[in-house]
């Protein structure tokens, strides 16, 4: 049977370049943030755009993901590939997880910690999804899944590489197609995008690795919460089988 693929990101992750990665595969179609209309409701947070947001997604998550489900058993000769952020799941039936494949993109804090906080200035644990990601895969080895983790880092390194591991675990070919998109808004994008996703809108495949340097003092309490927890996912991530880093 033919499952949807989750991927449960943090923010900042390089998270719509890999699916607009997908999105050039012709057996996928791809679904992005299904889940934020639920997220934004239940939590009340502060997001830019979050009126717009709220007023064009069904906001009632269970019936979201029971409506994804229903539209793959319609439809198996494309797969859905539904981009999520972990810490959108709050208030949630997890049943749905066991009809769902699930893999995890992760980024060292040091590096997303700074993006995030400029859309987020009073950034918490939470909003890095880093717990809730942990805590996910956990859940799901228990289940018996075997979730593959992709890092940002290792991603940009070496994206024939990575995606091409990533493929195998998916059992899928391999395309290189999925290594370059044309610039600019995609269909799929939420209505969220004019706030989000000014870089990716410029780029046509995905950047070089480039190390940031230096990191903002005030935000080493919360870089301290984040790395535990980032170190045991990156510990079983998927390694570039090449170097490609910039200065």
């Known amino acids: 049977m033919v499952t949807p693929v989750c991927l449960w990101s943090g923010p900042r992750n390089v998270s719509t370049a890999l699916m607009y990665s997908f999105a050039q595969r012709d057996d996928m179609i791809?679904?992005?943030?299904p889940l934020y209309g639920h997220y934004l409701r239940v939590s009340g947070v502060d997001h830019p755009g979050a009126d717009e947001?709220?007023?064009?997604?069904?906001?009632?998550?269970?019936?979201?993901?029971?409506?994804?489900?229903?539209?793959?058993?319609r439809n198996p000769e494309k797969r859905l590939f539904l981009k999520h952020m972990a810490h959108h799941l709050v208030e949630l039936d997890l049943g749905f997880l066991?009809?769902?494949?699930?893999i995890f993109l992760i980024r060292d804090p040091r590096e997303m910690l700074p993006s995030l906080t400029i859309q987020v200035p009073r950034a918490r644990l939470a909003d890095t999804g880093l717990k809730r990601q942990w805590e996910l895969y956990s859940e799901l080895v228990s289940a018996g899944q075997a979730p593959a983790i992709l890092d940002s880092r290792e991603l940009l390194l070496d994206p024939a590489g990575v995606?091409?591991?990533?493929?195998?675990?998916?059992?899928?070919d391999f395309t290189p197609a999925m290594l370059a998109w044309k610039a600019g808004p995609r269909p799929e994008d939420g209505?969220?995008?004019?706030?989000?996703?000014?870089?990716?809108?410029?780029?046509?495949?995905?950047?070089?690795?480039?190390?940031?340097?230096?990191?903002?003092?005030?935000?080493q309490p919360l870089l301290d919460e984040c790395l535990p927890w980032y170190e045991r996912l990156v510990s079983r991530a998927i390694r570039a089988t090449t170097t490609g880093e910039t200065e």
Not at 205 to 210: N, Q, T
């Open 163 to 172: 995606l091409r591991q990533l493929c195998e675990s998916l059992e899928l």
């Open 191 to 219: 209505v969220w995008a004019p706030h989000w996703y000014h870089a990716v809108h410029k780029s046509t495949g995905f950047a070089p690795y480039r190390a940031k340097k230096g990191f903002p003092a005030r935000l």
């Open 98 to 102: 066991a009809a769902t494949t699930n």
């Open 53 to 73: 947001v709220l007023a064009a997604m069904n906001c009632d998550g269970d019936a979201v993901m029971q409506d994804l489900l229903d539209r793959q058993l």
């Open 30 to 33: 791809v679904v992005d943030e």
